[in-house]
């Protein structure tokens, strides 16, 4: 995610571990699957049964998804984040006796996310280099070097960019009272976008490193 000495495999190996766990964590391919559920659910049986049928249908969905990770042994926080997720926008559509509303705090979670990946860019703080470089041990370091910068630069604007285009076009679809729609945008444009931002700071990651280590700013053994 070169290893020679029986240390540096050692390493190598935990590293490897630590990688896979945080996978697992983020729920993997099933993780995407649980994750559109409640919403398609609402969808379906809103239109089928109405408001409040929705809201219990995606409840019992996301409370369903969180006893099988449970009785999995599976990691607890995807589960509980998901029921929490769902009961906070089941909560506001319930209030607010609209069914559109149930996307109405993940519609404003994307503008707040496109503001902020812009504005640390702005602040020669871009995101994703802070977040991955805080998460993996690297510290700071990555900003002694412009070019490091400017990639982590490029790949903070394309996150900027997915939450933006999230936002756009499911608020779009919200003042049209498209709530079907809504439901098919949210699911499209989770977890298959974030991938396409995940791949940019990876390649930010990468093309980093190789300058820092070129530069003698990182050790050439560090990954």
Excluded at 20 to 39: E, F, H, I, R
Excluded at 53 to 72: E, F, K
Excluded at 97 to 118: R, Y
Excluded at 198 to 223: C, H, I, M, N, Y
């Amino acid at each position: 995610m070169q290893i020679t000495s029986p240390q540096e495999t050692a390493t190598a190996v935990q590293t490897a571990d630590r990688k896979k766990s945080a996978l697992d964590q983020a729920g993997g391919v099933k993780g995407v699957v649980y994750s559109a559920l409640p919403a398609l659910v609402f969808v379906v049986a809103n239109s089928a049964g109405g408001l409040k049928v929705g809201i219990l249908a995606a409840l019992l969905v996301a409370c369903g998804i969180a006893v099988r990770r449970l009785m999995r042994r599976e990691s607890i926080q995807p589960a509980l984040g998901g029921v929490f997720g769902v009961a906070i926008a089941a909560g506001v559509s319930w209030y607010t006796g609209s069914a559109k509303d149930f996307f109405l705090i993940g519609i404003w979670a994307s503008l707040a996310g496109a503001v902020a990946f812009v504005l640390s860019v702005a602040l020669r703080w871009p995101l994703a280099g802070l977040i991955w470089n805080s998460t993996t041990g690297k510290g700071t370091v990555w900003r002694a070097d412009k070019r490091s910068r400017i990639y982590y630069d490029v790949a903070t604007l394309v996150l900027a960019a997915i939450f933006g285009a999230r936002f756009a076009v499911q608020q779009y679809l919200y003042q049209a009272d498209e709530v079907g729609s809504l439901g098919f945008a949210k699911i499209a444009m989770g977890y298959p976008l974030l991938a396409v931002g995940l791949l940019a700071v990876a390649w930010a990651v990468r093309a980093s490193d190789k300058r820092l280590k070129a530069v003698g700013l990182l050790p050439t053994e560090q990954t």
